[in-house]
């Protein structure tokens, strides 16, 4: 059986993660591994469920909350090029789960090709849009996926088509581990008017998301169709500031941070917000960020 040990050379201990999610808080990972093919990736996934390891994946961080203990366990890290390849074929594209979907949003719009460019803006890796099925008013990104290959936690790897997987309102049915790779069926279109519409959608969101300041976009998951940030805002609680963290007086379903903030700071303000939502509106607000 092998031990971690044997990844000495893609391994860092207690490796602080704050630099690598938006947010910019919180502690380190007991063991940060950063394999470098989907072999050592396997390897890494096997020696853990073998070892009963606790594993956890990491995007681009961007939709994540890591608390001040920072993770027990092994922190995983798909940066190597073999995890962020794109292709296009056709109106096929595939791409890995490393990849930035603005990355792949950009390198098909350049081909050509409409689908995806209702997302522009949002950020995250292919890996973490599918698993929260990333988007907002004007689409998501299931509704182009046409396959998703996955890797177990036991190591195993298989392959998900369209007709066995599902999409709702930022969830997915895809329960495994990691997601390796995904194909998206897009249709062809036209460069310029394609581009009118990204440039249109990035300026609404501009307009109304505080999208210079460090956040971890939307908090809150909207229930049943109500804004999350219109009950956040009627609570009172826009400009709301623990330490160096703050609900943003632009949407107050994003928390912004400074370099002072604390996890705890923003842990403070989301438990501020969901008791007082609770209390005046009778709502119980799910979060949409994942918190470590
Ligand atoms: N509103 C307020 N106060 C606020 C924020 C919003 O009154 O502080 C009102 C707005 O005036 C508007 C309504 O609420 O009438 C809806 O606001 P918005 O258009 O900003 O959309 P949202 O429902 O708050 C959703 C997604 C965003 C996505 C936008 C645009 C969720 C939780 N949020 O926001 O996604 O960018 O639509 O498509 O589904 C994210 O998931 O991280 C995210 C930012």
Known sequence: MSSL???????????????WTWLKV???????????????????????????????????GSNLLVGEAGVRGVVL???AEAFGEI????????????ALLSHVISHTVRAGLVGLET??????????ALLGNAGGRSGDVGQTVRSVTVLTAAGEQFTRTEDELSFGY?????????????????AEGNVEE??????????????????????????????????????????????????????SDRHANFIVTDSEATA?????????????????????????IRIW
Not at 31 to 60: F, I, K, M, T, W
Not at 225 to 232: D, E, F, K, T, Y
């Open 5 to 19: 040990a044997d990844f000495s050379e893609i391994t860092q201990r207690e490796r602080s993660l704050a630099e």
């Open 26 to 60: 919180g502690g380190p990972a007991e063991y940060l591994l950063e394999p470098r093919s989907v072999e050592e990736l396997v390897a890494v996934v096997r020696c853990c469920h073998d070892n009963d390891v606790p594993l956890q994946v990491l995007g681009s």
């Open 77 to 79: 890290r798909m940066t």
């Open 87 to 98: 292709t296009v074929d056709g109106t096929t594209v595939t791409a890995g789960a490393g």
């Open 119 to 128: 997302l522009v803006g949002i950020p995250g890796t292919v890996g973490g």
């Open 170 to 186: 930022r969830q997915s049915s895809i329960n495994e581990l990691l997601v390796l790779h995904c194909t998206f069926g897009l």
């Open 194 to 247: 394609t581009l009118k519409r990204m440039r249109k959608l990035w300026i609404m969101r501009k307009a109304t998301q505080p999208m210079s300041q460090q956040s971890a976009g939307c908090i809150f998951k909207n229930p049943r169709g109500i804004s999350a940030g219109s009950l956040v805002e009627q609570a009172g609680l826009k400009g709301e500031q623990v330490g160096g963290a703050r609900i």
């Open 264 to 288: 705890d700071d923003v842990q403070t303000l989301i438990e501020t917000a969901r008791r007082r939502v609770a209390e005046q509106f009778g709502v119980d607000l799910e979060l949409e």
